[in-house]
């Protein structure tokens, strides 16, 4: 499989991606670095939300957000159980 064998290739072109055909000797180093980063940053993206969270109509049954939106954690707010 693959496909075909090397080919020559111009020495003069640079890529920002590294050229043809590379293998980076610390590429797991490279991508443990870039997965940590973008955990930094999704967690610190997260907190925000979470704190600017608003709700004005409390929910009528369990949603996701009651673990971590502050109205729920204060006491603010509550499930409204449904009326019949």
């Known amino acids: ?3 075909g064998a090397r080919f020559p290739y111009p020495k003069h072109v640079w890529s920002p991606a590294g050229g043809w055909w590379t293998r ?4 797991k180093m490279n991508t443990a670095v870039a ?3 973008i955990g930094i940053v999704t967690y610190q993206t ?3 939300s979470a704190d600017k969270e608003v709700r004005h109509n409390p ?3 369990w949603i996701p957000s ?3 939106a502050r109205q729920f954690k204060t006491g603010e707010l509550a499930i409204k ?3 019949p």
């Open 1 to 3: 499989m693959g496909g």
């Open 24 to 27: 980076p000797s610390n590429w």
């Open 35 to 37: 997965a940590a980063g």
């Open 46 to 48: 997260w907190k925000m």
């Open 59 to 61: 929910p009528h049954k």
């Open 66 to 68: 009651i673990l971590w």
């Open 81 to 83: 159980p449904d009326d």
